[in-house]
């Protein structure tokens, strides 16, 4: 089967920096997202992987290694705003996109 | 209207009767899709359009139907509801099929509760 692993819930302190990991297994790979998705709101693109290395986009980064199925989000100088939760999602080989469950991520003062 | 528009944002049901969700886009983009959204689970794929005038099925259909008779309107219908369609719908459109940008751009979502 298809699936994406992330953590469910995280915490991390104001001004901090935090890395969400994801794993995927899927029937092919054509690119990597992370959404951000606020309490009751609808998710938000954040960014786009599909080359191996590091992309940096002001304070959040997103990094891919597909020999390893792995990617992970990276968010620099935390502020309370970042309070989400944040979805990783896999572009298949049929551009079906492989949804993980999200990781909750709370902030503290 | 700017974006992508859902109504109702919120309805409670009856199990057994008949509803529609309704999703409106104004960005001119050819692909739409309908996801649900549970807790603990990722974003389910329903039904998904690539242009007007074609449908497919996704991951979770049964129980559920939709139309593209135009590029801007994408119905979600409920024919029968039942208590585990309970969920948060979501629409959401790209531009061609997304394999361009990847990017999909939501609805604000619909809170169903089927008793």
């Known amino acids: 089967g298809q699936n994406i692993d992330q953590p469910t819930e995280m915490t991390a302190t104001e001004g901090a920096i935090v890395q969400i990991n994801c794993t995927y297994q899927?029937?092919?790979?054509?690119?990597l997202f992370w959404y951000q998705q606020h309490a009751g709101e609808a998710p938000t693109f954040l960014s786009y992987?599909?080359l191996d290395g590091l992309e940096e986009k002001g304070r959040f980064s997103s990094f891919l290694s597909r020999s390893k199925g792995y990617s992970y989000l990276l968010l620099k100088e935390l502020q309370m705003k970042d309070s989400a939760s944040y979805l990783c999602?896999?572009?298949?080989?049929?551009?079906?996109?492989?949804w993980g469950a999200g990781t909750k991520l709370i902030i503290k003062p | 209207i700017a974006g992508i528009t859902q109504a109702p944002t919120s309805q409670i049901l009856a199990a057994g009767r008949r509803m529609t969700l309704r999703c409106t886009q104004d960005?001119?983009?050819?692909?739409m899709y309908w996801y649900r959204q549970d807790l603990g689970l990722g974003l389910r794929l329903i039904h998904y359009?690539?242009?007007?005038?074609?449908?497919g099925k996704g991951e979770v259909p049964d129980g559920y139907s939709v139309s593209r008779a135009n590029t801007d309107d994408f119905p979600l219908t409920l024919a029968s509801a039942v208590p585990s369609q309970t969920s948060v719908y979501f629409c959401?459109?790209?531009?061609?099929?997304?394999?361009?940008?990847?990017?999909?751009?939501f609805g604000e979502g619909s809170r169903l509760t089927v008793l």
């Open positions: 960005m001119r983009h050819n692909a």
């Open positions: 899927t029937s092919g790979f054509n690119g």
């Open positions: 999602a896999v572009w298949n080989s049929n551009y079906q996109l492989i």
């Open positions: 992987n599909v």
């Open positions: 359009s690539n242009t007007a005038g074609t449908t």
């Open positions: 959401a459109s790209s531009d061609s099929s997304g394999r361009d940008t990847g990017e999909l751009f």
